[in-house]
Every structure is written in C-alpha cells, then in structure tokens.
C-alpha cells in the first residue's frame, strides 16, 4: 500500500508504554504482582519475539516457540480453557489433558490472527481498541482486576499510537506490536470465558478469527498450505472494491462493533445456537468474499463462446 519505507518499530513504543505504567501501577499493589507476575513475563517473552522478528526475522516455528514458553507460564498462573460452553443445556469441560493444549492453540491462533489483520493504516490498532473496551467492560463488572489493568493501559497507549498510525500513516507497530497485542488479547479473551459463553467471546474475536479462518479455507480449497501468504484478507478484498484505505478500516470497524455488540448479547446464552450462528456468518463471509466469483462468470462465459463457435 504505501510507496516510501515506513518505520515499523512503533510496537516498541506504545509496549514498552503499557508495560511502564502497569509496573508503577503494580508497585502500589504487591498482591496484584505476585499473583499475576506470570502473566506480565509471558507478555514480555511474546514482545521480545516480535521486537526479534522485526530486527531479525524470524521463523513462523520460532515464533510459536514464544507462544508456547508464554502459554506455559499462563497456564501456571490458572488462566486456561477448562470449557467450551453450554450446549442443549448440559455444560461441556474440556479432559484435563486436553485443557494446555486447547488453550496454547487458541492464544497461538488468535495471537496470529492479529498479526495477520494488520494490513491496513490503523486497521489493527482500532479493532483492537474495540475489543480491549468490551473486555475492560466485563473485567469491571465481574470485579476482574487483571482484565481492567491489562485493558486500561493498552487503550490509551493504542490511541496515542493512531495519531501516527492513521492513513497515511507515518509509522507501523511491525511484528513487536501485533504479536504483543494479539496475546494480551488472547488472554483477556480467555479469562473472560470464565464468566460468559464461550461463544460470546468468539463474536468479540470475530473480525480477526473469521478473517484467518476464511483465508485459511480459501488457501487449502486452491490446494495450497493455509499458512502460505497472499493478499485475499477482507481488508485487500475490500480495499481492491473501494479502493479507499479509511473508508475501508472505518466499514470493518463498525462490524467489529456490531460483533460485539451481538457478543455481549449472547453471554448468557446457549453455545450451541450462538456457535450455529458463528458457522452462517463464516459461510457468509466465505462466499461473499470470494474474489474467484468473478473469474470463474468470466471462463464459463469464455468456455460457453467457444463451444459455439
């Protein structure tokens, strides 16, 4: 999108901000530090991986090595994926083997799914305001201290990023932000299923997830590897429409917040309807953003010609 380098430190910036301010905050309250220290370490293991990659560059595998080491260290501190929701009126857990594992792949994807949304000027920095707001929000009225300090203090550090991020922008937050971002996301999003549906949750994630998922099934159906690169996200799908990068951010915001606004909605409801209503919206998505469409109209017409001819 952009014609002249771009600086790409700025998660560096507005990070290292967060993780200033939550430590004067923390030295006020010793009993906050000492039981939620693991997190912050996890956080900080998952920032130096990015501010690695942006350096350096490094290995998607090396990458997930820095998930993994941080997962473990959240799940020490007790903040896992025990169940996955209420289905038909009986409550799923999840085996207590099964609890790690389920809980790195869904910090591992959605972690990812962030990074993969930062496509566009202030793409990423907004719909991740949207999310940290919703979750501040069930933080506070659960009285969840670690949910309304994580959230309180990436907000304003993500606001004052924007100033510079915005179209056009003058600097990009790079793997330090996004990486850095999408786990204190995923982690937030975690803690929250402790107090609503699960599926709740997924439609506050929904911008990030949908967009991962469909790109990825687009990827295997063309038979190549979900994890290969290519320019069929919905902000390049969208972007390639009206070819308008603001207007473009500005739409997918407001479906972020119709998202989760539909989230908050369902936190008290049965996961099986809402998880019903996730897989429309994925087909939804799936086929509405499909940029084959058009191409595929065009060689039935071509092939249609030629054999009349």
């Known amino acids: 999108m952009h014609t002249q380098p771009i600086p790409r430190g700025a998660g560096i910036a507005f990070v290292s901000a967060a993780l200033f301010i939550s430590l004067i905050l923390i030295l006020f309250d010793y009993n906050h530090l000492s039981r939620y220290l693991q997190v912050y370490i996890a956080t900080i293991i998952v920032f130096l991986g990015g501010v690695l990659d942006d350096r350096k560059g490094v290995t998607p595998k090396m990458k997930f090595l820095f998930i993994f080491i941080a997962s ?28 790690f594992p389920f809980t790195f792949i869904a910090i591992a994807g959605f972690t990812n799914a962030l990074n993969l949304l930062d496509g566009l000027d202030g793409l990423a920095g907004t719909v991740s305001i949207i ?21 309180v203090i990436f ?15 003058k600097i990009f937050m790079g793997d330090s932000g996004s990486l850095t971002l999408g786990f204190v996301i995923s982690v937030l999003a975690v803690r929250a299923t402790h107090y609503i549906a699960p599926t709740a949750v997924l439609f506050m994630l929904a911008i990030p997830v949908l967009d991962t998922f469909v790109v990825m099934t687009r990827r295997i159906q063309r038979g190549r590897s979900p994890f290969s690169a290519d320019k069929n996200h919905m902000h390049h799908i969208l972007f390639n429409r009206y070819e308008d990068v603001t207007y473009t951010v ?24 809402s998880l019903v209503l996730f897989g429309i919206l994925f087909f939804i998505f799936l086929n509405l953003l499909d940029q084959r469409r058009k191409r595929r109209k065009k060689e039935r017409k071509r092939t249609l010609f030629k054999s009349k001819i």
């Not at 500005?250 to 936190?267: D, K």
């Open 72 to 99: 473990i260290l959240l799940y020490s501190n007790g903040i896992a994926i025990e169940r996955v929701g209420k289905y038909l009126g009986y409550e799923i857990f999840l085996p207590s083997l099964l609890v």
């Open 131 to 151: 999310m940290l707001g919703a979750f501040m929000w069930i933080g506070y009225t659960h009285h969840d201290n670690l949910m309304v300090m994580l959230s």
């Open 155 to 169: 907000i304003p550090a993500l606001a004052a990023f924007l100033l510079f991020n915005w179209h056009p922008a």
């Open 250 to 273: 500005i739409l997918i915001v407001y479906i972020q917040i119709a998202f989760t606004m539909i989230g908050y909605q369902l936190r008290d409801a049965d996961d099986f309807l």
